[in-house]
Antibody
Framework: VQLVESRGGLVQPGKSLKLSCSASGFTFSSFGMHWIRQVPGKGLDWVAYISSSSDTVYADAVKGRFTISRDNAKNTLYLQLNSLKSEDTAIYYC???????WGQGVMVTVSS | DVVLTPTPPSLSATIGQSVSISCRSSQSLLHNNGNTYLNWLLQRPGQPPQLLIYLVSRLESGVPNRFSGSGSGTDFTLKISGVEAEDLGVYYCVQSTHAPYTFGAGTKLELK
């Protein structure tokens, strides 16, 4: 099982960014997936979940600004981040539904 | 939202010592389906988190059996029976019974 996040980086406040997580080694379409973030040196902060049938759940802090989605044909999970704020600066991890496999994380920095 | 409160926030242990970490939930984590979705994770420095225990007491594959979990309802405990050097890091409880899912603040385990 491997999860590889990509497309982090520096973005200005109010702008958008789309993260992706490429999955391999398991039947991606059969599993729910999470996005979880962590400010460096701080605790874990759950962001969003998408079920195998594409039902979604969001943390209150990101509801209405972030969108989790998946493309089962490409074995890829996405997180669209809109209206970014400085407090969204964090390492973003994707994780399989049972939190049994995690990616290495990608840094998103929101700053002018 | 469910609040998970770990105790203690940090602890020091010697190699071979047994330690316990508590996680108290602001509401029962017993799901309508009869399962209790309380997991324990370990994050070593510079690494993504690793799943140790799921469904309160089930040991994740490949995790040493010196780790054990117990509890029900709102009170849960992770025990390490004989700390080893590789066990150092931050331990998190996480619940996925109630959306939005939530992590505890973490307990940092250091060597004495």
């Amino acid at each position: 099982v491997q999860l590889v996040e990509s497309r982090g980086g520096l973005v200005q406040p109010g702008k958008s960014l789309k993260l992706s997580c490429s999955a391999s080694g398991f039947t991606f379409s059969s599993f729910g997936m999470h996005w979880i973030r962590q400010v460096p040196g701080k605790g874990l902060d759950w962001v969003a979940y998408i079920s195998s049938s594409s039902d979604t759940v969001y943390a209150d802090a990101v509801k209405g600004r972030f969108t989790i989605s998946r493309d089962n044909a490409k074995n890829t999970l996405y997180l669209q981040l809109n209206s970014l704020k400085s407090e969204d600066t964090a390492i973003y991890y994707c994780a399989r539904g049972g939190l049994d496999y995690w990616g290495q994380g990608v840094m998103v920095t929101v700053s002018s | 939202d469910v609040v998970l409160t770990p105790t203690p926030p940090s602890l020091s242990a010697t190699i071979g010592q047994s330690v316990s970490i508590s996680c108290r939930s602001s509401q029962s984590l017993l799901h309508n389906n009869g399962n209790t979705y309380l997991n324990w994770l370990l994050q070593r420095p510079g690494q993504p988190p690793q799943l140790l225990i799921y469904l309160v007491s089930r040991l994740e594959s490949g995790v040493p059996n010196r780790f054990s979990g117990s509890g029900s309802g709102t009170d849960f405990t992770l025990k390490i029976s004989g700390v080893e050097a590789e066990d150092l890091g931050v331990y998190y409880c996480v619940q996925s019974t109630h959306a939005p899912y939530t992590f505890g603040a973490g307990t940092k385990l250091e060597l004495k």
